[in-house]
């Protein structure tokens, strides 16, 4: 079955660690997105990829960093450098093309130890 | 600064009825717009999309979009108490980048 897979699901940060939360996608969708869930509050995008070695930064990318180096996989790197990482986050991707809908993993939550 | 605005609720149905759920936006360009169910917990699910003016049912949903009153609804008809879930309004300007609301919450009352 085709879909995304998030791991870990759940994960806690000890203060001054960086941890890096896994996305792997068999859609063979062409878009990767990352985005952030607070309680009260809608998705935030952290990052978005387009295609292979290509990512750009969303609404709250500070904190983050991510990679892309195949097309199944675009991992997030949760940095020291930010503050307030207790949320839940969720791995999207879609077929690039206009107006196409954007399909979800199980989400990791991350907590601080 | 482009929006999708729903009202956080809850709104309560009873079974069997009809639930409304709406959400307006802020973008005149917006061409698509997506509704997902979340359950506490879990991650979204997408139900409906809609790209054009008028009415789309699948099965006991209906989507409705007013692109002229920026406005677009999920109707769900026979609630049950399964459907009871926070719904999620998306909508997109012609990219594969998306603006999310902040979930209504659907309580529907045995």
């Known amino acids: 079955d085709g879909g995304i897979t998030q791991s870990p699901k759940y994960l806690f940060r000890k203060e001054g660690q960086n941890v890096t939360l896994s996305c792997e996608q068999n859609?063979?969708?062409?878009?990767m997105y990352w985005y952030r869930q607070d309680p009260g509050q809608g998705l935030r995008l952290i990052y978005y990829?387009?295609?292979?070695?290509?990512?750009q930064k969303g609404d709250i990318a500070e904190g983050y960093s991510v990679s892309r180096e195949k097309k199944e996989s675009f991992p997030l790197t949760v940095t020291s450098a930010q503050k307030n990482p207790t949320a839940f986050y969720l791995c999207?991707?879609?077929?690039?093309?206009?107006?196409?809908?954007?399909?979800f993993g199980d989400g990791t939550r991350l907590s601080i130890l | 600064q482009k929006e999708v605005e729903q009202n956080s609720g809850p709104l309560s149905v009873p079974e069997g009825a009809i639930a409304s759920l709406n959400c307006t936006y802020s973008?005149?360009?917006?061409?698509?717009f997506f509704w997902y169910r979340q359950y506490s917990g879990k991650s979204p699910e997408l139900i409906m999309f809609?790209?054009?003016?008028g009415d789309k049912e699948d099965g006991r949903f209906t989507a409705q979009l007013n692109k002229a009153s920026q406005y677009v609804s999920l109707l769900i008809r026979d609630s049950q108490p399964s459907d009871s879930a926070t719904y999620l309004c998306?909508?997109?300007?012609?990219?594969?980048?998306?603006?999310f609301g902040t979930g209504t919450r659907l309580k529907v009352l045995a």
């Open positions: 990829s387009q295609i292979v070695n290509d990512f």
């Open positions: 973008d005149r360009g917006s061409q698509s």
């Open positions: 999207a991707s879609s077929i690039v093309v206009n107006n196409q809908p954007q399909h």
């Open positions: 809609i790209y054009s003016n």
């Open positions: 998306a909508g997109g300007a012609g990219t594969y980048k998306y603006i």
């Open positions: 859609l063979n969708h062409d878009a």
